[in-house]
Structure formats: C-alpha cells, structure tokens
C-alpha cells in the first residue's frame, strides 16, 4: 500500500520563477493540506483541499496557490517565487476533513530558490 | 503568533532512560494534541494524541500528558532507544481544523 507520495524529491528554481508541486495521497484518503518547513521550525499550514475545492487556508499570500483531481491528487504552484519561499514542502492526506484522525505524510519536497 | 512552543531546541538522553519532550500551548480552544517523530528525509509520522478530554494516553513506551491548566503538554518514552533519535514536533488542533505544530525538539539518544 503506497502511502503519501510527492514529487520532485528537490528542485532549484530562480527567483520570480513559478514552481508545480505535486503530491497523490495514501490509498483511502480524499483530503490532501499542504505544509511549509522552513529549516529549524514546525511545518506551517498552508491550505487544506477536499472534494476539489479549498476547504481551509493558512497564513501565506494569493501567490500560493492549489488545485485537487478527481483522483484526490494535488497540485500546489508558487508564483513570482521569493528567496525565503525556500523550504521543505510537505503534503500530509487523511479521510475526511477532520484532523483528529491520523494524518500521512509524504517524504517533501525541498525548493531552494535561488 | 507561535500558539504551539517546543522551548528546547534538542534533547540527549541516554539508552534505557527516560526521555521527556515538552510542549506548551497558548490557545485554550485547541481540543485534540498530537506528536509527530521526524527522520531525516522523511515526512513527519504519527506517533501518538490526546483529546482535551483526557490527561493521559500511553501507547507501549510512549505516554503523553496534558495539563490543560498549565497549557502544557508531554510526550514520554520508556525505556529510550537508539531508533527514538528523530525530531519530535508537538501539534494542536482545534475543531479538527488545521494541525497547529510546533518548532520541534532534536531528540538523541546516546548508547
């Protein structure tokens, strides 16, 4: 059973580039959020996505923006990249909406802008 | 705005002992805690939770506390192993909304 899957593994991109993130979800799941980890802290909720739509949002700029299949896939795509959108982005699944269930990880995939 | 805090940065402990990891909190709505263990290259995986309604979950050598007077949480590992070493991030949650995390904890364990 292939859990959380994300790709590229890592990725350089300039700056005022755009940048796709891509990420399928564990067998099961339909709810795909997405994080951002800067180095030495916690990941960072960016936005949630459920049934092809955004559900929940975080703190982060229009630039960051996403996109659900009907495959439960996701997108996540950064526009006029920054320096310090430079991390580790993480795409996490579950069954449902709801947190208190137990959220899979992928492995992330690190942008360095440079 | 750092609702969830992990105040030390990294933790040695040696094999066999105890580890404590602590977590405080600031937003008294959240109503469900969770703790992640990291590895290097890899995602975050679930290690264990606690609803609000509770103030211990033990699972094998790991237990967690929540003093919500306190607004603090711990994770603790009986007996510690060498395979415990990863980074451990406390997050929180409030009506299942997004997982709020912490800076995260170095945990090492030294044979």
């Known amino acids: 059973d292939a859990g959380v899957t994300q790709s590229p593994t890592h990725l350089i991109k300039t700056r005022g580039q755009q940048v796709t993130l891509r990420c399928s979800p564990k067998s099961g799941h339909d709810t795909v959020s997405w994080y951002q980890q800067a180095l030495g802290q916690g990941p960072q909720f960016i936005f949630q996505y459920y049934e092809e739509e955004e559900r929940q949002r975080g703190n982060f700029p229009d630039r960051f923006s996403g996109h659900q299949f009907p495959n439960y896939s996701s997108e996540l795509n950064v526009n006029a990249l920054l320096l310090g959108d430079s991390a580790l982005y993480l795409c996490a699944s579950t069954a449902g909406l709801g947190f208190d269930t137990e959220a899979f990880f992928g492995q992330g995939t690190r942008l360095t802008v440079v | 705005d750092q609702q969830v805090k992990q105040n030390s940065p990294s933790l040695s402990v040696q094999e066999g002992r105890i580890s404590i990891l602590n977590c405080d909190y600031t937003?008294?709505?959240?109503?469900?805690f969770l703790w992640y263990k990291k590895y290097p290259a890899e995602g975050p995986t679930f290690l264990i939770s606690i609803s609000s309604i509770k103030d211990k979950n033990e699972d094998g050598r790991f237990t967690v506390f929540l003093n919500k007077s306190a607004k603090h949480l711990s994770l603790h590992i009986v007996p510690s192993q060498p395979g415990d070493s990863a980074v451990y991030f406390c997050a929180a949650t409030q009506g299942a909304q997004k997982l709020v995390f912490g800076q995260g904890t170095r945990l090492t364990i030294n044979p």
């Open positions: 937003n008294s709505m959240f109503d469900y």
